[in-house]
């Protein structure tokens, strides 16, 4: 019998779904986030999963979570309610009645592009994700997603790049990459030294893309702060190419893109400087990692991907 794998990211703002039936990505979907708690949120996946008539669910979520007792930790969750130590795994697959199986968002995101994106056929691959409220990272080493229990290996945006700097409400520290590359994050840095308050990020792009020089210098220096990280990285851990993708990328990836670069090949001393790809993915990554997560290893999957739509692509 032909497996239905469904894979869903719980987003801050949205649910995000995909079911893969056989070698062919049956059909993706997405919805507002419920934001009247968890219960609701809970409820909006286990709907999603009983009518599509999934075999299995993979579910990825932002944050810390336990992956052998499948309960959400402390610091997991941006969704309205008591998310900190939720036996979500156990909960979802009781509502469901199929082999369920939680993993971070940005983990499942490193999945995703390893088995189907722009890291299909490559072995050792550093993953960022860039969000509008954080930055999240992976790294594939032989071809697989290494992960720990807690799965918070490959937790790249909490590492620092200025030492003293601003304050991240994430990790409590001070001057890490989400410090400089979250959406929110280059929002705050631009509304510092402009005259005027953008809407978002998308805006601040779209104003480096008018010749606001505040915003090309800001998106630069976050585009720096990329490239101090995966150099570091690069330097550690065999490294072929460093892949960017998550929801704000396809905004402002053109404008960090040659600053990250720069930075990748300022060590000399590496045999080979990683290239820098740009997630092939777009806002379905996560949920597509998720649903390949429990049964197919990497060299097994041969799904087919759609080319994205018009709205998809301009993120």
Same mark, same amino acid.
């Given at each position: ?39 609701? *949120? ?13 075999? @299995? ?36 697959a009781?509502r469901?009645?199929? $082999? ?12 995703? =592009? ?9 072995e ?9 409220g ?5 790294? *594939? ?46 929002? @705050?840095?631009?509304?510092? @030294?402009?005259s ?16 606001d020089q ?38 402002v990836? $053109? ?14 001393s ?24 429990? $049964? ?15 709205? =998809?692509?301009?993120?």
């Amino acid at each position: 019998m032909v497996e239905r794998l469904l894979g869903v990211e719980m987003g801050v703002d949205e649910l995000r779904w995909a079911l893969i039936v056989g070698d062919s990505i049956e059909t993706r979907g997405s919805a507002r986030t419920p934001r009247a708690g968890l219960l609701h *949120a809970i409820d909006a996946v286990a709907r999603t999963t009983r009518e599509h008539r999934a075999d @299995r669910l993979g579910v990825a979520v932002p944050g810390d979570l336990n992956r052998t007792t499948g309960v959400v930790g402390a610091g997991s969750m941006n969704l309205v309610g008591p998310w900190a130590g939720y036996p979500l795994r156990d909960e979802l697959a009781y509502r469901v009645g199929c $082999p369920t199986e939680i993993l971070n968002d940005a983990r499942a995101f490193g999945h995703g =592009e390893l088995v189907l994106g722009a890291a299909k056929g490559l072995e050792n691959v550093l993953f960022i994700m860039l969000h509008r409220g954080g930055v999240g990272g992976a790294y *594939a080493f032989g071809g697989r997603i290494l992960a720990s229990a807690d799965d918070r290996l490959g937790e790249f945006g909490h590492l620092t790049v200025e030492p003293g700097g601003a304050h991240c409400p994430g990790c409590g520290g001070r001057g890490c990459l989400e410090t400089f590359a979250s959406g929110q994050a280059i929002v @705050r840095r631009f509304r510092a @030294r402009a005259s005027w308050n953008p809407s978002g990020v998308t805006a601040v792009a779209r104003a480096a893309e008018d010749g606001d020089q505040v915003a090309v210098d800001v998106l630069a220096e976050s585009g720096h702060a990329v490239g101090i990280i995966l150099n570091s990285l690069a330097a550690a851990f065999p490294t072929q190419a460093a892949v960017v993708g998550g929801e704000i990328a396809s905004a402002v990836l $053109p404008w960090m893109a040659d600053e990250i670069r720069a930075s990748l090949a300022e060590r000399p001393s590496s045999t080979c400087e990683p290239d820098l790809l740009s997630a092939s993915l777009g806002l379905w990554a996560p949920a597509l990692g998720a649903a390949l997560t429990v $049964p197919l290893p990497p060299s097994t999957a041969t799904v087919p991907v759609p080319p994205p739509t018009a709205a =998809e692509a301009e993120g």
